[in-house]
């Protein structure tokens, strides 16, 4: 009944909607500096980052409809409310294809990966055996992230429409006064005041009831975001501090 929500699909419409010739300009500007630092002979002072160089994927070599700068990836995972996280956060174990394009990937660039990403749903990184869409990604040599491979069930189209309240703040607010409007339009006179003689459908009565839905829907959102840890999918897309206590 519901179109299936792709990910990777998303991810490129953000991609060339972002992409402009400044962002080209400063993508230029980075990968002339980098090299600059590379290709110095001071490259003794720069040996930590020289070396971390042989475990990322080198832009040059890849296909660059499958590079997304983190800001792209960020927007993705809290339309979704996803969390990208390092590699050691995922709970379940990488699927056979993943593994075999990582070494596809390590021969072609004569390199041993090690900085990978996933990005996934919270349940994924608690919870083994999850069938849930997951994107595996490798940190590049200029600070973007190249996508590996693409996994498990793909979400329903209803799905955005149903973590929408909780993507931000903002969304918050207009879910709540959404709901809070369409229930006071259907409360009837009575359910408001015993003087229901000669009362308009439009009353003072109806916009207290409204403040009031509006507040109780605030104080119930609270305490369901503290009590449960629900927080908003701006600030934990990338928060790892509940599996550090593990």
Not at 84 to 91: D, H, S, T, V
Request: glycine share 2%; hydrophobic share 40%.
């Amino acid at each position: 009944m519901f179109k299936k929500l792709n990910l990777t699909n998303e991810l490129k419409i953000i991609k060339q909607k972002n992409n402009n010739t400044e962002d080209e300009l400063i993508v230029q500007t980075k990968k002339i500096l980098q090299n600059d630092i590379i290709y110095t002979t001071k490259i003794l002072n720069h040996l930590p980052y020289y070396n971390k160089l042989l475990t990322v994927v080198s832009e040059e070599e890849c296909d660059t409809n499958l590079i997304f700068s983190i800001n792209e990836i960020k927007e993705v995972a809290i339309n979704n409310r996803l969390r990208f996280l390092e590699r050691k956060y995922f709970k379940n174990n990488l699927p056979y294809e993943a593994k075999l394009k990582i070494l596809d990937i390590e021969k072609k660039q004569l390199k041993q990966l090690s900085n990978f990403f996933v990005l996934a749903p919270y349940s994924s990184f608690k919870i083994k055996n999850s069938q849930n869409n997951c994107l595996l990604f490798s940190e590049t040599n200029y600070g973007n992230f190249y996508l590996i491979h693409n996994w498990g069930n793909q979400f329903k189209q209803v799905h955005k429409l149903i973590i929408w309240p909780l993507k931000n703040f903002e969304t918050l607010f207009i879910s709540l006064l959404i709901i809070s409007a369409l229930i006071t339009l259907t409360l009837p006179n009575n359910w408001l005041t015993n003087k229901t003689q000669n009362l308009p459908y439009w009353n003072v009565f109806r916009f207290v009831a409204f403040l009031h839905l509006l507040i109780v829907g605030f104080g119930v959102s609270v305490y369901y975001i503290m009590a449960f840890s629900k927080n908003l999918s701006n600030t934990i897309w990338n928060s790892h501090k509940e599996f550090d206590r593990k």
